[in-house]
């Protein structure tokens, strides 16, 4: 899935927006915040296993002594599986307050993907599966060059992806936000309230396609049946009062 940008809410032109709705915030006022660093983090789907490092018989052991990051994943067999590796990521955000509350207000919003927060780090690496049964190695080794960093694999597949930042702006995963869909309306006419408190004025975004399997291709079973995750969302709001449960 591609994004299209169009535009970040620190851009002057986006406090025009701001104040037809909210007269008294501005965004930058608000800067991002940048959280501590973390521990390595790794990313793993179903089919995918952690293992203890071992390069094999044919690399030398002494040569990872100084590696930043090691470890073998194991992939079973007929299931497509990914790992995501993110070395040292910091977690860089519009801040937690009422900034969101107020950029729920914009009716430009509709439809759009608001993208509050991504992982930045210095070095990340990616591996898809063929679903085949195989053990993939990697590991984060010094550069012969400088300071930079570089990666190792035993792989050579082209489901590989790896790269470095020196700066720590490389961003390989971050989280994509809609709008709560509210249609709660008293009287024919009326514009739609805002969130009571309590509500989430923003979920999870939802892919701009129908569910697929696990190649990419539709999947039949859901053809007739398939509830989006923001309509069962709005369900449970709306019918919250009665007594069924979901």
Known sequence: MRFTVLGNVYDPEFQVLLDAVHG??????????????EQDRIVTSAGARKQLFDPGA????ENFKKASFK??????????????VMHKPRLYHIPNN???????????????????????????????????EEVVSVALLPSKVGFNLEWWSNSD???????????????????????LPLIRRYMRGMPVPDPE?????????????????????EDPIWEEDYEPPVARVWRRIMCKSNTARW
């Open 24 to 37: 008294n915030l501005t965004m930058s006022d608000y800067p991002p915040e940048l959280d501590p660093v």
């Open 58 to 61: 044919d690399v030398k052991k």
């Open 71 to 84: 470890m073998n994943f194991k992939f079973l067999s007929g299931k497509r599986s990914a790992v995501l």
């Open 98 to 132: 009422k900034v969101l509350d107020v950029l729920y207000r914009i009716p430009e919003f509709n439809g759009l993907f608001l993208v509050p927060s991504v992982y930045r780090c210095r070095a990340w690496s990616i591996y898809l599966s063929s679903k085949l």
């Open 157 to 179: 597949s082209d489901f590989i992806r790896q790269g470095t930042d020196n700066d720590g702006l490389a961003s390989p995963l971050f989280t994509a936000k809609q709008k």
């Open 197 to 217: 408190p309590g509500d989430k004025f923003w979920v999870e975004g939802c892919p701009g396609w129908e569910p697929v399997d696990e190649d990419g291709y």
